[in-house]
């Protein structure tokens, strides 16, 4: 199980950059539209079969990409989670963006790309540590709740008639 998609990460950056990225033909044949539809399962018919062999190759790449991702975010969690996570916090959808666009920069990240993806290999190793919680439990899946407050009191402290 993947805790993102393609589809996630095209809407969570420019589908137009993903594009770019992730075409690694020359010259470039995938459109951000061509690879939108391409990762919602969409009709290709109206593509030529060189642009649709390389929708096909750049969501591969994407894949993988998404693959590595998973990879390194189970990798810091499981000292404190289950992993692959049951319910995906939204927190972790975004780590999983951040690192799947810096892989797909290879070595020619930008300085917001790079910083992005340092800060989402901090906030794993503070999750991992225990330092910043997930809202999830230790099994991966949501807290068990019964759905109702409790409220405990130890007592008055003061009375009506000022005594205690």
């Not at 079969?49 to 929708?55: G, H, L, R, V, Y």
């Not at 810091?76 to 972790?92: E, G, I, K, N």
């Not at 999983?96 to 340092?118: F, G, H, N, P, S």
Request: some cysteine.
């Amino acid at each position: 199980m993947s805790y993102v998609t393609a589809t996630t990460l095209l809407n969570q950056f420019s589908a137009d950059e993903i594009a770019q990225r992730a075409d690694r033909g020359i010259p470039r044949l995938v459109s951000a539209e061509m690879l939108t539809t391409a990762a919602a399962g969409g009709d290709m018919s109206g593509y030529t079969a060189d642009e649709q062999a390389a929708a096909t190759a750049a969501l591969a790449l994407i894949d993988g990409k998404l693959m590595d991702a998973d990879s390194v975010i189970d990798g810091d969690l499981l000292s404190r989670f289950t992993t692959p996570l049951a319910s995906v916090p939204r927190l972790v959808v975004g780590i999983a963006c951040d690192l799947t666009r810096y892989a797909l920069y290879d070595d020619i990240a930008t300085e917001q790309i790079t910083q992005r993806y340092k800060d989402a290999i901090k906030m794993l190793e503070a999750i991992g540590s225990g330092k910043v919680g997930l809202g999830i439990s230790p099994a991966g899946g949501k807290p068990a709740s019964s759905g109702s407050a409790y409220i405990g009191s130890s007592g008055s402290v003061f009375s009506r008639e000022g005594r205690l």
